[in-house]
């Protein structure tokens, strides 16, 4: 079983940056398609972006569109969210999962999940 470990959050103003770690450990991290999801207080968890294992294909939610990126790094088992022109929408708890991404159609989430990290954007 994989174990996720993110990192990264904080709180920062509306336009604002930031950029959120997962680190993998327990399984082969460059066999498995990553995500990262978000939970925003009294609403469900939602999908933000997500990377194939050698990262030839990323997909986004449409409203992180050219704002957010999704990066990995096979040798340091870790992958990134890079969050740019940050509203105060996009705050949320954020959390990354390993799962399914094929060539073509949507990310299938698994069943692990971080305990996520707190992004706050003020306006």
């Known amino acids: 079983q994989v174990q996720l470990v993110e990192s990264g959050g904080g709180s920062v103003q509306a336009g604002g940056s930031l950029r959120l770690s997962c680190a993998a450990s327990g399984r082969a991290f460059s066999s498995l398609a990553m995500a990262w999801f978000r939970q925003a207080p009294g609403k469900e968890r939602e999908f933000v972006a997500a990377?194939?294992?050698?990262?030839?294909?990323?997909i986004y939610e449409d409203s992180v569109k050219g704002r957010f990126t999704i990066s990995r790094d096979n040798a340091h088992d870790t992958v990134y969210l890079r969050m740019t022109s940050l509203k105060p929408e996009d705050t949320a708890v954020y959390y990354c999962?390993?799962?399914?991404?094929?060539?073509?159609?949507?990310?299938?989430?698994?069943?692990?999940w971080g305990q996520g990290t707190q992004v706050t954007v003020s306006s």
């Open positions: 990377i194939t294992e050698n990262g030839a294909r990323t």
């Open positions: 999962n390993s799962g399914v991404l094929h060539y073509s159609g949507p990310y299938y989430p698994g069943n692990r």
